[in-house]
């Protein structure tokens, strides 16, 4: 009896030391209020590789080849001024090797040349950026998008809890889960209408730095026979030179049609600093 009550109360000292969701989560606002600023001065090289394959009830004698795509761009992170977002821009240089010859001005010059319509370009750019991805074009797979979805300003969007207490790479971690449940949602069809997103956040307890996230966004009018989850998953890493946690991999599930699988993976490496300037800001009305 007595190892029996041992038992219990070991259990119930550990359970009152775990913190809670707010607690947690006020640990992780405080970061990425800090962090925005940092990573918004930094752009880099992805090199990203998709797959199209196909999957699960493909007939086998009619189903095309898997396809594989291998994809060089230029990333910036940008937190633009007024509490308006943090988006993220790509500008593929290279597609299967082969270089992008309208691919414009490197994407450090394009955001703080001084040109007054900045934000336009990099928007266009991103835009056509997008038609080399796998599937369907989109422009929501860039390591950004669980930064946006867990930024301070979005935390009434999005009901959470405590799942799991996990370590990843040796760091202990509080695993948050956020279901969105405002409208209009994030993340739009591009016809319009909702898409509400899955948010899973590997959060270091003591610290509130944000070691892993995932969003998984679910879309029910894509022809196949259950809802899809489209889904991007960003590890962070410390980059000794900057002494910051970077986006180091994302790991991305995407629509390729029916009966197919579409996933990719993307690593970042040679980030450098750059300054963005004050103009660089959304149009008026977004």
Do not use: C
């Amino acid at each position: 009896m007595k190892t029996l009550a041992a038992l219990v109360a070991l259990v119930i000292g550990l359970f009152a030391q775990t913190d809670d969701s707010s607690t947690v989560r006020d640990r992780l606002d405080k970061y990425l209020l800090a962090y925005e600023p940092q990573l918004s001065t930094l752009v880099a090289e992805e090199l990203m590789i998709q797959r199209d394959a196909p999957g699960p009830g493909a007939a086998v004698n009619a189903a095309p080849d898997t396809r594989h795509r291998r994809i060089n761009s230029d990333v910036a992170f940008i937190g633009l001024p007024g509490d308006a977002g943090w988006l993220g821009f790509r500008r593929v240089t290279k597609v299967n090797g082969k270089t992008i010859a309208d691919a414009g001005p490197p994407l450090a010059v394009l955001l703080t040349d001084g040109a007054s319509d900045d934000y336009d370009r990099a928007r266009l750019l991103l835009q056509e950026s997008a038609r080399h991805n796998l599937g369907s074009p989109r422009t929501t797979n860039l390591p950004n998008l669980p930064l946006e979805y867990l930024h301070p300003r979005n935390r009434h969007r999005l009901h959470q809890r405590i799942d799991a207490v996990e370590k990843i790479r040796g760091i202990e971690t509080t695993l948050l889960v956020l279901q969105e449940h405002s409208t209009p949602t994030i993340i739009q069809r591009p016809e319009g209408g909702d898409m509400q997103s899955l948010v899973r956040a590997w959060v270091e307890t003591k610290t509130g730095r944000l070691i892993r996230g995932e969003v998984r966004t679910r879309d029910a009018r894509l022809g196949v026979l259950a809802a899809f989850d489209n889904v991007i998953r960003v590890d962070f890493r410390p980059d000794p030179k900057l002494g910051i946690l970077v986006p180091y991999e994302m790991e991305e599930i995407y629509f390729a049609g029916r009966f197919r699988e579409g996933t990719g993976t993307a690593r970042y490496s040679n980030y450098r600093q750059f300054r963005t300037a004050a103009r660089v800001v959304p149009p008026s009305g977004q």
